[in-house]
């Protein structure tokens, strides 16, 4: 079996990258060990190149519809179909999307979509019988499933994770530090600023905060390290592999402040699909914390492996970090051990497995 995953995500120097371009990266590198396996996406110029067994493809781009850097006009790259069984689209509403859909099915293909939410504002399923020719859709939460378009429901099936649990694991011989981390871009709708509104409410605790991650918005960083002045917080905008599994592994407890309505009035209805810090932080042997915002409570264990809070509010954040903090360690250690325990399933292994499994039966 070949497969091709088409990602629309058009990749440069200004590229904001997120949950939504890694997961068909990840997706393709752990399949890529099993089956040949082909990623494309988009970039200034053609390229190939190879990581691991994952055959990368990309493709330029010369016009962006509605100047939507998400919503690509390109024709060449469908030529990357011709040699697969499987096609997998991830994004439903771009028109690299619906013409990979369109092409794919016509060359006899088994088509199969994973969505992000956004895309583009012109696209051609609003137009064309796109989504009949799906042959199914895919989502990795429930609370992603019911985004899907409503044609697409009756044939989607929800394949839930994925995380290196090779990569991330914990390591006995670093000490817990009195420290709480976040990590994740630093946007309006990650609430982080209720997250440092949390430190003033624990000033008296000792311990600090270390924010990981890179700004995209200028305003809301800026308002962010004014809100933070006087506290014990620390910004690391270009923390390697090593320095993030490192931060993990001694945290006390790692916090994904994410909201729907963010500090500027502005709503963002899909936050959190899934949440990788979560999955990555357990891994490590790190409990976490939550706000309900998306689908992030589907992936922590509450008060077990981690505490589900209020979002837009400093003091349930807070509250849930005393309580973190104020374990004893005999109870700290059990949080570590089931915190790991909770996403063995949720391995790459594993979701490659189900994948491969619903492209062979469909």
């Known amino acids: 079996m070949k497969v091709v995953h088409i990602t629309p995500t058009y990749f440069d120097d200004n590229s904001v990258i997120g949950g939504g371009e890694r997961y068909p990266t990840e997706l393709a590198t752990w399949m890529a060990k099993r089956i040949s396996t082909t990623l494309v996406s988009f970039a200034p110029c053609r390229q190939t190149h190879y990581f691991g067994d994952l ?22 790259y469908l030529t990357s179909l011709v040699r697969a069984d499987v096609v997998h689209i ?74 290196d649990t090779d990569k991330f694991y914990p390591d006995p011989a670093l000490p817990k530090e009195n420290k709480i981390l976040y990590v994740g871009r630093i946007l309006p709708h990650k609430g982080v600023n209720y997250l440092v509104d949390a430190m003033r409410l624990l000033q008296t605790t000792g311990y600090r905060l270390v924010i ?12 962010l390290k004014d809100k933070a002045e006087g506290l014990p917080v620390e910004f690391v905008h270009n923390a390697d592999d090593l320095r993030l599994i490192n931060e993990y592994r001694t945290a006390k407890v790692t916090v994904l402040p994410s909201v729907h309505t963010n500090c500027y009035g502005k709503y963002t209805p899909l936050p959190e699909l899934m949440g990788f810090t979560l999955l990555e932080s357990q891994a490590c042997g790190t409990p976490v914390i939550c706000t309900n915002a998306g689908a992030m409570h589907e992936f922590v264990e509450h008060g077990q492996t981690g505490w589900v809070v ?14 973190i903090i104020d374990l004893t360690s005999e109870e700290y250690d059990l949080w570590q051990s089931r915190s790991r325990q909770w996403v063995k399933h949720l391995n790459w292994e594993s979701v490659v497995d189900q994948h491969l499994e619903l492209y062979e039966k469909s």
């Open 310 to 323: 209020e979002q837009n509010s400093g003091e349930a954040i807070a509250k849930a970090i005393r309580q």
């Open 55 to 76: 055959r990368l493809e990309t493709y330029p781009v010369k016009h962006f519809i509605h100047g939507n850097r998400i919503n690509p006009l390109s024709i060449r």
């Open 212 to 223: 990981i991650g890179r700004a995209y918005h200028d305003e809301f960083y800026s308002d």
């Open 90 to 163: 991830h994004n439903i509403n771009t028109v690299v999307s619906d013409l990979a859909c369109l092409v794919g099915r016509s060359l006899g293909k088994k088509v199969f979509v994973t969505d992000y939410g956004g895309g583009g504002s012109l696209v051609l399923n609003q137009k064309l019988p796109v989504f009949q020719r799906y042959r199914g859709a895919i989502a990795y939460s429930q609370f992603g499933m019911g985004f899907i378009p409503e044609q697409l429901q009756r044939k989607a099936t929800l394949i839930k994770g994925g995380i």
